[in-house]
């Protein structure tokens, strides 16, 4: 859980950077970026560490974690954060843990107690709820890019913690990476602006997601779904919307209030909870 923790702090500040990069470069140069970076230090990573190549099987599946986490959600998440700010978009993302669930339970084959699924709603529809009231209401056209991230997420997190045990967490987003950066290269090269805009937090939001969001955050999440469970550890995610506001108020200015709070204390008293109830694994083969 702690691991799990170290991860979701990570992955916090993902939206906050990701758009104080698009306020300075193209939302598509972002989104590609982060794959040719960050598949340079995965490479570099596998050459270093003298890992085993991955057998024709766990190709497979790091072809589909690629897709996910190496392009859908960089890309995803950067178009949706020219059109909302990060707190609104960080709320959309609370969906994640129940998306999370439910791919352990297909792909993983966990099985969940009644009560988890509950716990897990319940949370699911506080973080909802907070972004109705927040929102007037409504759900901007941006809420569904990010429900698509959501969902390409939550499939590469329930993949990559499968191979997670036998490849390591950062040998999966370093296969993943490399992967992707050939086909994500001459993009990111056509998109890069000239001249280079001055230093600015845009090149630092840009860094953070390509060294920390997109590689090393990897590191302690993928260790604790492998060792926590995907289901149980992903629901330490409903924490994300509110550690990502708080971010947002601390580096942007945006706004934090006494709502954000209430809600984000009953988030914490549901993952707590939700601790108590079970959920099966399947033995590792």
Not at 250 to 267: I, R, S, Y
């Amino acid at each position: 859980m702690f691991l799990g923790l170290l991860g979701v702090v990570a992955f916090s500040l993902t939206l906050p950077a990701t758009r104080a990069a698009v306020a300075v470069f193209d939302p598509w140069f972002v989104g590609v970026a982060r794959g040719v970076v960050a598949g340079g230090l995965g490479a570099l990573y596998l050459l270093l560490g003298r890992n085993r190549l991955p057998t024709a099987a766990e190709f497979r599946r790091l072809l589909a974690i690629s897709v996910c986490v190496a392009v859908g959600f960089p890309l995803l998440s950067a178009l949706a954060m020219v059109q909302v700010g990060a707190s609104q978009g960080s709320v959309t993302l609370g969906l994640l843990p129940l998306a999370t669930a439910v791919a352990a339970t297909l792909l993983a084959h966990e099985r969940p107690s009644l009560g988890f699924w509950r716990m897990a709603a319940l949370g699911s529809a506080l973080v909802v709820g907070y972004s109705l009231i927040r929102g007037g209401g409504a759900l901007h056209a941006a809420d569904l890019v990010l429900f698509a991230a959501v969902v390409v997420s939550a499939v590469g997190y329930a993949l990559g913690a499968m191979l997670a045990p036998a490849l390591g967490g950062l040998a999966v987003i370093s296969w993943a990476l490399v992967l992707a950066a050939p086909f994500l290269l001459l993009p990111a090269w056509l998109l890069l602006p000239t001249p280079l805009p001055p230093p600015s937090g845009g090149w630092a939001g840009l860094v953070y997601v390509c060294v920390i969001s997109q590689f090393l955050g990897f590191l302690p999440w993928y260790r604790a779904l492998a060792l926590g469970g995907i289901a149980r550890v992903g629901q330490i995610q409903l924490l994300q919307p509110f550690l990502t506001i708080a971010a947002a108020w601390a580096l942007l200015g945006e706004a934090l209030d006494p709502l954000t709070l209430g809600f984000a204390l009953a988030v914490v008293a549901v993952v707590v909870l939700g601790r108590r109830f079970a959920v099966m694994r399947r033995r590792p083969s």
